[in-house]
């Protein structure tokens, strides 16, 4: 039986691969990480790091073919469902794994309403409910999350909300049949500055409320500061540093993190120039050897080109060698 | 929804308008004098003059159409010079039995078309995607009378499973009531007639069903590969929704408006007498009977012919533009 401790989502050692004409891409390269109930977790990493595919890899809907798991494992309350059959996962998803997607403006079906959108997420997993009652809780969802209306809402299509108002349908969506874990990848890039402070405080007060657990993902560490409490760092497809967000905020340890936080604006107040981290992502599996960062480290040592680092640490976990040497040493200067 | 039928409706009066006025300038376009073609050539010039004056057709071309929209608007489509019967009551068996077969040949198009481009599209590059495009390719490049002499050899001469010629059997005919023959023997409560009927119309039905059969599939494969791709249906997907539903019903939707565009077109084309399976299959439609008309030079009969293809016409595309906003909630607002 599941302990209290015990996570509610596990990846171990996951691996997702694209078989494309050019052969083998390695999108997610082997990660670890695990969420618990009620915990909020970020994924963070520029554009390309595999985050997406991350999470549709659990949901069991990366595009097939071409992508394909093809390491690890994925336990939800202890039970790997990383090649569960469809209709074991047709039953998680929505009810026990909810998702919630980047863009808001095209993810609700522009020739169903609103009320047929959300009425079925709830009928597809409560099929005996009656039907009063399934329009009585999609009122209730549309109130809990914050939207006007809600009544006349029901009646009406997606090209008469605005985006924000889409984000909340579909938040309203995912949250319909009370899921241990939400997963939101970029829920708030596509919205204004405003609406996206308001999406993060309702997701907040909703897993508040719930206690459903929500992974994070995004590229911007400033939604990780204000929204989760632990916090894991992509690049490239791995995992180069995970740990508490006071932890990694105040002392990160990998050099990309420290370049994602100060490329994070106003966080340490006004700069005259953003801080870019140079350089690109690299092509997944185009470096085979040493540290995936070296190209673009500025702290880059003869042995980073020949050897790959580990993932090591206790609580905080970073992948570099200047913290496996030299111990608790600050990459910060 | 409402107000946009009534725009749609009031949109119809110009177009029919225009329709009439074609129709008009066309016959009149054409050289030749109706008296001297209805009294033959050897009329003596008072004759001529008579008829013309009884005709109206010494009347300015204004006043010469406004009495022929008169007598469209009273049901009056002139009289048959072969015949001499009024067009209006000869023309409607015919165009009963048009309507018949282009509709269980459309009806066969949509079902086989629409669910071969559906499966195509959800497993693509599969077999049956490979398999159903080559023979939608086949179908839009063959030749329809080509198609049905093979039929009528295969089905009819060799295996004598089916009737090649006709709607009915000469020997047992149908009593007309509507001169919809599925419907007629119905009411009749004559089901031995009904299967007959149904026997007549497989083999001219699918050579007719073949082209909007192919166009039809292609255009739902593609329109759907097109849907299928689209964050709504990964939505779905997230949901826990069946890919069988996400696939016929929302996808689908969301891919209609092409697919109706082209059953559209194709229903129209049916409707205008498919003058080349009518011939091969003997079937008395309005192909077959402005064909003839064409070869007496039995102008009302062209005229009213045209007249009334054109307007199924538009009858056709004004259905497809209420189903167009009855689909997609976003037109009502273009
Ligand atoms: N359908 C696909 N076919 C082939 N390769 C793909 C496909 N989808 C993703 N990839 C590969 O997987 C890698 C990771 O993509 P992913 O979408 O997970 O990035 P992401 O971290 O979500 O980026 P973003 O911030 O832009 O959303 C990409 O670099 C790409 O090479
Ligand atoms: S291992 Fe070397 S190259 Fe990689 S991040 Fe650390 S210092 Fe930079
Ligand atoms: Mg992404």
């Known amino acids: 039986m599941l302990k209290m401790s015990d996570p509610v989502l596990k990846v171990e050692g996951l691996k997702t691969s694209f078989f494309t004409d050019d052969g083998e891409v390695p999108a997610v390269g082997g990660i670890d990480f695990e969420v618990k109930e009620g915990e909020i977790l970020g994924i963070v990493g520029e554009s390309g790091c595999g985050k997406s595919v991350t999470s549709l890899s659990i949901m069991g809907l990366l595009p097939s073919p071409p992508g394909k798991i093809v390491g690890g494992h994925i336990y939800y309350q202890g039970e790997d469902i990383s090649h569960a059959k469809e209709s074991k996962m047709r039953k998680l998803r929505g009810n026990e794994i909810a998702m919630i997607f980047q863009e808001p403006m095209t993810s609700l079906n522009p020739v169903f309403t609103i009320g047929e959108q959300l009425e079925e997420a709830i009928k597809l997993h409560n099929q005996r409910l009656p039907k009063k009652e399934i329009e009585n809780r999609s009122v209730e969802l549309l109130k809990r999350v914050g939207l006007p209306r809600a009544k006349e809402l029901l009646k009406e299509y997606p090209h008469e909300l605005s985006g924000g108002m889409r984000q909340r349908v579909m938040i309203a969506i995912a949250m319909s049949c009370n899921p241990k874990v939400l997963i939101a990848d970029e829920p708030t890039t596509a919205l204004d500055v405003t609406i996206q402070a308001q999406i993060l405080d309702l997701m907040i007060k909703l897993n508040k409320e719930t206690n459903t657990a929500i992974i994070m993902i995004t590229h911007d560490l400033g939604v990780v500061a204000q929204m989760c409490q632990r916090v894991v760092v992509m690049y490239a497809g791995k995992i180069v540093e995970e740990g508490p967000v006071k932890d990694i905020f105040n002392h990160p340890k990998h050099p990309y993190t420290e370049g994602l936080i100060q490329s994070i604006p106003d966080l340490h107040g006004k700069k005259e120039r953003l801080y870019t981290i140079k350089g690109s992502v690299p092509k997944p599996g185009s470096i085979t050897k040493g540290c995936l960062f070296a190209p673009r480290c500025e702290f880059v040592m003869d042995k980073c080109r020949v050897n790959t680092p580990e993932l090591s640490g206790g609580e905080h976990k970073s992948r570099c060698f200047l913290h496996q040497e030299q111990g608790r040493k600050e990459v910060r200067t | ?334």
């Not at chain 2, 071309?61 to 019967?85: E, M, P």
């Not at chain 2, 269980?104 to 629409?114: C, E, L, S, T």
């Not at chain 2, 229903?267 to 009977?289: C, K």
């Open chain 2, 1 to 334: 929804m409402f107000y946009y039928s009534v725009k749609r409706i009031l949109m119809l009066i110009p177009v029919l308008l225009g329709m009439t006025l074609i129709v008009f300038a066309i016959i009149h376009a054409i050289p030749g004098n109706p008296a001297l073609t209805i009294l033959g050539t050897k009329a003596s010039p008072e004759a001529v003059r008579q008829l013309n004056q009884s005709l109206g057709l010494d009347n300015p071309w204004y006043v010469q159409y406004f009495s022929y929209l008169k007598d469209i608007l009273t049901g009056d489509l002139g009289t048959s010079i072969q015949t001499h019967a009024p067009i209006a009551s000869e023309i409607w068996p015919h165009l009963a039995a048009t309507i018949e077969l282009s509709f269980v040949a459309m009806i066969i198009a949509i079902v086989v078309g629409i669910n071969a481009g559906i499966i195509s599209a959800w497993k693509q590059n599969s077999v049956f995607d490979y398999t159903a495009m080559i023979l939608a390719l086949i179908g839009v490049s063959m030749p329809v009378f080509w198609l049905g002499l093979l039929e009528q050899w295969g089905f009819s001469i060799k295996l004598g499973w089916l009737p090649s010629i006709g709607r009915d059997d000469i020997r047992n005919g149908v009593d007309p009531i509507t001169n919809l023959y599925l419907i007629d023997t119905l009411l009749q409560g004559r089901l031995d007639q009904f299967w007959m009927v149904i026997r007549h119309m497989i083999l001219p039905s699918i050579a007719l069903a073949t082209i909007p059969t192919a166009i039809i599939a292609r255009m739902t494969r593609s329109s759907m590969l097109e849907v299928l791709k689209s964050d709504y249906i990964r939505t779905a997907k997230a949901k826990g929704q069946r890919m069988v539903w996400i696939v016929y019903k929302y996808a689908l939707k969301n891919a209609f408006i092409p697919i109706l565009t082209v059953i559209g077109l194709q229903t129209g084309l049916l409707l205008g007498g498919a003058i080349l399976t009518e011939t091969i299959f003997g079937w008395p439609g309005v192909g077959l009977y402005i064909y003839n008309a064409i070869q007496y030079r039995d102008y009302p009969v062209i005229q009213s012919g045209i007249l009334i293809i054109a307007f199924i016409f538009v009858m056709v595309n004004f259905i497809v533009d209420l189903l167009y906003g009855l689909i997609d909630p976003r037109i009502k607002y273009k």
